[in-house]
């Protein structure tokens, strides 16, 4: 099992109980900054559960979640709120703004939490637009006139727009074909790589074992509650643990 030394992420002793239903299990877990931690477990293991947590939307029954050194039990509503700006989100179904164009959906958090000029805000969409490889001739479009591949890297342009610390991905290829499933979780790692000098951190929640392996660098296994697997990409397929071995085989 693996410990780092100031970690982004740091989760110990997690435990939550609904009503006599036990979704974590004294679960400790810490998550490396400016690298790629992936989470794979069955369905039902808490992996959504594990992230609301981190996120701050679900309070533990006990234990203790530090996020970038800050303690979350400790911060009031207001401060939750505000905290959360360290994170950038990218959920399975992009969640664009039906009615927003693409350049407007990028623009909204930096003209809802910044002081940005108008100007300002155009030159910064433009730019995010182009990392993640959107051509300025779909900017104005609609997300019903982009392909599902394209609102993928509209969200994460989105996403990125606030210079999150801490980038969560939440199973970001189920339900794509296997050339858009490729082509996002190159852009996942292209992200990390353009944002490593400032050391953001991507957590990515996945049941795709074989692009896992590929792009993070340390994978954890998440069974009933529990972290019972947490190694370098590379050793991940070596584990001895015998419901990692049937999950990576299925
Ligand atoms: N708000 C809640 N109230 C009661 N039970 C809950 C609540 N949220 C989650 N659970 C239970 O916690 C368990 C884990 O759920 P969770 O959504 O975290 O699993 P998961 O690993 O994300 O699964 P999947 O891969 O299917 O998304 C499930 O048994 C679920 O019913
Ligand atoms: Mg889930």
């Given amino acids: 099992m693996l410990h780092f030394d100031n970690p982004a992420i740091r989760i110990e002793n997690l435990t939550k109980t ?14 490396p900054r400016g690298k790629i931690t992936t989470i794979l477990g069955f369905s039902g293991a808490g992996k959504s559960t594990l992230l609301k947590h981190i996120l701050g939307l679900m309070q ?3 234990g203790s979640i530090h996020v970038l050194d800050k ?16 994170f950038g989100m990218l959920f399975q179904y992009a969640a664009l703004f039906d009615s927003l164009s693409a350049l407007e959906n990028v623009a909204f958090p930096l003209k809802e939490f910044t002081t940005l000029k108008e100007e ?6 433009h730019a995010l637009l182009e990392s993640v490889g959107i051509q300025p001739i779909s900017h104005d479009k609609l997300p019903s006139e982009l392909s599902g591949g394209m609102r993928k890297r509209v969200g994460l342009a989105r996403a990125l727009a606030l210079e999150p610390q801490i980038m ?6 189920t339900g794509l074909d296997p050339i858009t499933t490729h082509m996002v979780n190159d852009l996942i790692v292209s992200t990390s790589d353009r944002n490593k000098d400032r050391q953001m951190t991507s957590v990515i929640i996945s049941h795709d074992v074989k692009a896992t392996l590929r792009i993070s660098d340390f994978v954890a296994f998440l069974d009933r509650g529990n972290i019972v697997e947490y190694l370098a990409a590379e050793d991940f397929p070596h584990s001895s643990n015998e419901l990692v071995q049937d999950f990576v085989n299925l």
């Fill in 71 to 86: 303690d979350l039990s400790e911060l009031n509503n207001v401060e939750q709120r505000e905290f959360r700006r360290n």
């Fill in 168 to 173: 969560l991905y939440d199973e970001p290829t």
């Fill in 60 to 62: 533990p029954t006990s």
């Fill in 18 to 31: 609904f009503d006599d239903h036990t979704v974590l299990n004294g679960l400790n877990f810490d998550i």
């Fill in 120 to 125: 300002e805000i155009n030159v910064k969409c």
